[in-house]
Nanobody
Framework: QVQLVESGGGLVQPGGSLRLSCAAS????????MGWYRQAPGKQRELVAT???????KYADSVKGRFTISRDNAKNTVTLQMNSLKPEDTAVYYC???????????WGQGTQVTVSS
């Protein structure tokens, strides 16, 4: 059973920064994409950013230039650095690990990010 442990959510003022981290209980160096999704109240879960084993990245248009995703294959972790946060970034953020050979998704329990003055 794959376990994903998230940390780093919280309350921040607009313009502030937060850093989310996710540690996986499996070796992610091959075959696993890692990323972050978010779900705001009343909305569908949406992609925020992902990273592939070779270091490729993909971002939602709404976070480009503000968020940076990175992975450490040696530590089996993925991190999301969020800068210039906006109230519309408020959501529950979920860590995702996707097994590229089958497409199977693993999910973390979610961490709340609230951007408010």
């Amino acid at each position: 059973q794959v376990q994903l442990v998230e940390s780093g959510g919280g309350l921040v003022q607009p313009g502030g920064s937060l850093r989310l981290s996710c540690a996986a209980s499996i070796n992610i160096v091959n075959f696993y994409a890692m990323g972050w999704y978010r779900q705001a109240p009343g909305k569908q879960r949406e992609l925020v950013a992902t990273t592939t084993p070779d270091g490729g990245t993909k971002y939602a248009d709404s976070v480009k230039g503000r968020f940076t995703i990175s992975r450490d294959n040696a530590k089996n972790t993925v991190t999301l650095q969020m800068n210039s946060l906006k109230p519309e970034d408020t959501a529950v953020y979920y860590c995702n690990v996707n097994y590229l050979l089958t497409g199977y998704d693993y999910w973390g329990q979610g961490t709340q990010v609230t951007v408010s003055s």
